[in-house]
């Protein structure tokens, strides 16, 4: 089942990658018996509503091909291509997509200690490399003072994801800072955003970002909505965001 779904996506895996995705799932029902990762641990459940779920951001590639011809500026096998997660929990979208894109290079980023911990584990166990971890809020990795200039995470990468974080005013303040200009921030959403979409314009262009467009569809052989938001840094973001850490979540930007 789940290699003709990911066949849908154009996806093929090798034997490394298949052994991969199954110790990850072993490590997540392990890990999960003594601290709270997911909700979710039935077989087939993690293969389609995490890892499928997380593959799927390749229909927002499809599209910006099909309509920007060719102006999504890179692709998942590009090795120059660095993606961050923020809010990855127990590592969803960003440790699926470096097993099956190997080249990328992925931070992974959470704030709440335990699970970097567990990433970590994967991370060692699987034997991924080109991936790293950070333990922090993202308001405060994004920051233009947070670290010095060579160090700091502003603006440094061409792609930002996050699935189920925060509202998109909120998650886009946590996120777009992140983005290179010209780069991309995919959120994962579940319904069409007609209100969270009105609602959340003016962050969303303050803080130097376009909506290029919203990619809805079911994942496969299941009534699972997925809809993923494309967002094009089009500006730098004004170096007053990200506010500090909370306000993003308190005081949305309306
Ligand atoms: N993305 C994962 C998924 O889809 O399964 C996890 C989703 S979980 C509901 C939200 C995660 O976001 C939590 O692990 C939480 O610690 C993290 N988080 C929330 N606000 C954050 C922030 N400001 N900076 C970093 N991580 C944050």
Redesign the pocket.
Known sequence: MFENDLKEFGIQLSDLQKFQFMQYYELLVEWNSFMNL?AITDFDEVMKK?FI??LSIVKAFDYMNENFDGKSVFSLNDAKCKVI??????????IPLKIAFPDIKVTL????QK?VKFLDEVIGKLGLSGIDTLH??????AKPDKLNEDKTLREKYDLCV?????NLS?LSE?CLPFVKKDGLFIS?KSEKLTDELKEAGKAVSMLGGKIEGQVYFELPDSDINRNLLIIRKVKSTPAKFPRK??L??KEPIK
């Open positions: 997911t995490h779920d997380s997660d923020i809010g990855t929990g127990a590592g969803f979208p960003g980023l959470d704030s709440l699970r922090g809020r993202a308001e405060d990795y996050s699935r189920a974080v925060a909120t946590l994962y850490a909370g993003p979540a």
